[in-house]
């Protein structure tokens, strides 16, 4: 390159570790676009101490995905030490430092995947050129292994322990220079690797921010208007106050903003989180529930079927000519398809500790967007970020509940009302489960044209969602007008209604594509049968010819690629032997594809219904994430766990309810999750494409939920077009 | 009121209202955060613990109910020969993705074992069954409780 505009020697910071040893900060800028951190941002930090020690800094956050395992192994492995000299430290918040830290989208693999790699291999190469320097021998002759290096000719070896003080004194190199290792070199990526805080998990040590503890730390609870966007009118502070244990409660009106913002409540801290949370009962709240009146289930049903009526929604996408085409359609289908309002439910509620001290905060937050906290802190209580210092701790689980940060305005407020005194807040169940931001529900209106020939030739959906006060679809409530079969299919239509509420709602692993899917890949399945075929069938037939890379229509996110997903598709049809059709009376295998995430996902489920009794006997998933699985063990992990929580989406009657703004489901006994009874064996099968890999928290879910309708279809003919399943036979 | 507790080989006492949860003396008057909060209403299983040797919900236990027994909680599991097994086995199979209910599934199958070294996959169901995972990791508790058990060859693949 003629005309570098960057100078990459600059993007590598060698410098001294107290101590001894050598530390290597690595600013190489990350390959997309949505994740731009200003010029200067650190995207690796690896150290080598003179004892061998290697310590990785993992900035973002870990909520189960093994992140802070996998991203460490990338550059480990370009470094080519060993895994066990690795030690592993959390970094903090400091958006200077780091850019934005966020666990979300299934992104930190694929933007990390070349950067951290060169980080190891610059921190490999400087030690290469010490020990050359030391051993008065060409770099070129100096080879590494396992932590040591090696001057073959002379039978000399050396710790990287040993050069490492040297090497912080080196210039760096020209990452353009680097070479970085060829697959079959890899010695740590590839390989199953346990999770990094495994060992701190089984034994009980206090690594979850719920675990947080500081001297003279008080616990709280806040509490909140039963419905979404309620005000606070009164309450009965000093009865709450007189309860064992308590030592404040704070009536609160919040800004406004029940969203994005702190919302009214009354805090009760106390000296026991039990104490905090049984001194509530005495608060007797009154509130002003008006905003939410009629924003109830059976109302947006209502409304729903109103829309359907009232024509076919403002037009977000035309290809070809649909009307005249679905006209003279040799066939037509027509089918109504709708799921619930959901929850995340992760494992630990919500949480977050801080201290407010000589106008500084210092927190400590399982947050899965800790920026996004930041900004609401400084936009309800006028705290900046330079006045916080906020910890990232281990997360009980994210799924998307995490990306918003409510608890840590609560907690910012509280521990601001106190100064001096740390506090815990920690919201009960009950609070998790009626305060979430939820997967959105949504009603899709379907109809297909098949020609004489056998193909769709048209395809049509209008889509009845939600809208917030600013008009625009809700969080995580928009149609995607790329949804599968567009741009597969000549004519087609997509229409949008949106009806205004005022419930939170937001990303759910998956967001959009895990409701999407169900629906379109379901009605696909009767397109696929009315046209004589299968949904396989169908799905190759749209697939058939050249391979060819299909941008997205709204420019965002990578283009689909026909020739990965005819691939996925024929390696599923291949391990579930999909011809061969199970013997049983009400046993049958259906299957669905979906690409999101940029992973492709085909997968059949083998389903029987005995006496209305749904059983899953076996799931089959080829999935396409690029050419190399980092971690084989946290992989087939991320599968499981999203084929099994897709399953409970379906099968355990999830739903959140709604009267007048209320949610009506409380505990673990009326949303219920995935148990170890029902769990099926799953079948992984990894197609290894040509493509950088990418990231697995998400693609692996949406296609099991149409593979089970499907199979359901398949086995009883009852078609589920709603969310929870009902049998109509049960 | 005061409550002479026996957790784990230890005698500790405290001053808390004798219809407290156990969970609650244990996170917040004695710091042992090992034992986790998930649902306070029985239906999770994260807060298990054992009394006498068997699986209990912490967060439905009164304290006041618990004075004469022996309370083993997942800080000191290890120190069985059967949590310890159970360790090692969740380890080598890497059940867990969150890790949060991990410490109330080990005290489970630690009381499962206890009683029935070797279970069926049907009896490790049955036991497992008030223990939820939110990350659905259940095909390696099976396998790790299995391993533990000595009931699983170590060649097969790893679940």
Not at chain 1, 13 to 39: D, H, N, Q, Y
Not at chain 1, 397 to 422: E, S
Request: aromatic share 6%; charged share 20%; proline share 6%.
């Amino acid at each position: 390159m003629l005309h570098e505009t960057i100078d990459r020697r600059t993007l590598l910071k060698a410098s001294l570790l107290a101590g001894g040893g050598f530390a290597l900060e690595a600013l190489i800028p990350l390959p997309v676009r949505a994740l731009a951190a200003p010029p200067g941002t650190l995207t690796a930090f690896v150290s080598i101490a003179r004892d061998g020690i290697v310590t990785i800094v993992s900035k973002n956050p870990e909520i189960g995905q093994g992140i802070k395992t996998s991203l460490p192994m990338m550059i480990a492995d370009e470094l080519d030490c060993e895994w066990s000299q690795v030690r592993i430290d959390q970094a903090d918040v400091d958006a200077k430092r780091y850019g934005p830290q966020v666990a979300g989208g299934s992104t930190a693999t694929p933007t990390n995947w070349l950067p951290m790699r060169q980080a190891g291999a610059a921190a490999r190469a400087m030690l290469v050129q010490a020990a050359a320097a030391q051993w008065n021998v060409s770099a070129d002759e100096v080879t590494t292994s396992k932590g040591r290096l090696y001057h073959t000719a002379s039978g000399r070896s050396l710790p990287y322990g040993e050069v490492a003080s040297a090497a912080a004194a080196l210039t760096p190199p020209d990452i353009g220079t680097l070479r970085l290792k060829s697959p079959e070199q890899f010695t740590i990526i590839g390989r199953s690797q346990v999770g990094i805080d495994s060992p701190r998990i089984v034994t009980g040590k206090p690594i979850f921010g719920i675990d947080t503890r500081l001297p003279g730390m008080l616990c709280a609870v806040y509490e909140v208007a039963p419905a979404q966007g309620g005000r606070l009118i009164s309450a009965d502070i000093e009865a709450a106050r007189k309860a064992p244990g308590v030592k404040y409660v704070l009536p609160m009106f919040g800004n406004g903003d029940a969203d994005q913002g702190q919302a009214d409540g009354v805090a009760v801290v106390a000296t026991n989180w039990w104490l905090a949370n049984q001194a509530r009962k005495q608060l007797a709240v009154k509130w002003d529930l008006s905003a939410a009146q009629g924003h109830s289930s059976q109302a947006y049903q209502e409304k729903a079927q109103a829309a359907f009526a009232a024509g076919n929604g403002e037009e977000l996408r035309r290809d070809g000519d649909p009307a005249t085409h679905m006209a003279n359609a040799a066939r037509r289908v027509k089918a109504r398809y709708q799921y619930p309002f959901i929850a995340h439910a992760p494992m630990e509620p919500q949480n977050c500790t801080a201290v407010f001290k000589d106008g500084k905060l210092e927190m400590w937050a399982p947050t899965q967007a800790p920026g996004g906290g930041l900004n609401m802190i400084q936009k309800a209580l006028g705290i900046g970020p330079d006045n916080i210092t906020l910890h990232l701790t281990r997360m009980g689980g994210g799924f998307g509940r995490r990306l918003m940060n409510d608890f840590m305005v609560q907690a910012a407020a509280i521990a601001k009302a106190i100064p001096g005194t740390p506090i815990k807040l920690l919201w009960s169940r009950e609070d998790d489960m009626r305060r979430d931001y939820y997967r959105p529900g949504g009603w899709h209106d379907f109809e297909a044209g098949i020609a004489a020939d056998g193909t769709l030739s048209v395809f049509t959906d209008h889509f009845v969602t939600f809208k917030g006060s600013d008009g625009k679809a809700a969080r995580a409530a928009d149609l995607s007008v790329s949804m599968i079969p567009a741009g597969l299919v000549e004519h087609l239509r997509y229409g949008r209604s949106m009806m205004p509420t005022v419930v939170r709602t937001g990303p759910l692993r998956a967001p959009g594509s895990n409701a999407l899917c169900f629906v379109s890949q379901s009605f696909l399945d009767e397109v696929a049968i009315a046209a004589g075929t299968d949904l396989p069938g169908l799905m190759l037939s749209m697939l058939a010819g050249e391979r060819r890379e299909i941008p997205p229509r709204d420019g965002r996110g990578p283009p689909f690629d026909t020739g990965r997903a005819r691939d996925v598709i024929e390696k599923v049809l291949q391990t579930s032997a999909w011809t061969q059709k199970p013997r049983q009376p009400a046993r049958a295998k259906g299957f669905a594809f979906y690409f999101c995430h940029q992973g492709y996902f085909a997968e059949v489920v083998e389903a029987s219904v005995t006496d209305g009794n749904i059983a899953v006997h076996q799931v089959w998933v080829a999935g396409d994430v690029g050419s190399q699985i980092v971690n084989p063990m946290g992989a087939e992990n991320q599968v499981r766990g999203a084929i099994i929580d897709g399953l409970a989406q379906a099968l355990s009657g999830q739903q959140i309810e709604l009267v007048d703004g209320v949610v009506q489901q409380s505990n673990l006994h009326d949303f219920q999750l995935a148990r170890i009874s029902g769990t099926p064996a799953i079948a992984i099968a990894w197609v290894k494409s040509d493509k950088p890999p990418t990231g697995l928290g998400e693609p692996a879910l949406p296609p099991v939920i149409p593979a089970l309708t499907n199979a359901i279809f398949a086995a009883t003919g009852d078609r589920i077009r709603s969310l929870p399943v009902r049998l109509k036979t049960a | 009121m005061k409550h002479k507790l026996h957790i784990n080989g230890q005698v500790h006492e405290v001053e808390a209202p004798p219809e407290m949860p156990l969970l609650w003396v244990l996170r917040d008057e004695l710091g042992m955060v090992g034992t986790k909060f998930g649902c306070g209403a029985g239906l999770c299983g994260a807060c298990t613990v054992h009394l006498n040797g068997a699986a209990r919900r912490s967060c439905q236990t009164p304290v006041g109910s618990v004075q004469n027994a022996r309370i083993t909680t997942i800080e000191n599991i290890g120190e069985t020969v059967v949590g310890a097994r159970l360790q090692e086995a969740w380890l080598k199979v890497d059940v867990m993705q969150c890790g949060y209910c991990q410490a109330g599934q080990i005290m489970s199958a630690a009381a499962l074992l206890t009683h029935t070294p070797k279970p069926s996959i049907e009896q490790i169901n049955s036991a497992m069954a008030g223990n939820v995972c939110r990350c659905a990791c259940y095909n390696r508790i099976q396998t790790a409780i299995q391993m533990a058990a000595g009931v699983h060859e170590e060649s097969t693949h790893v679940a």
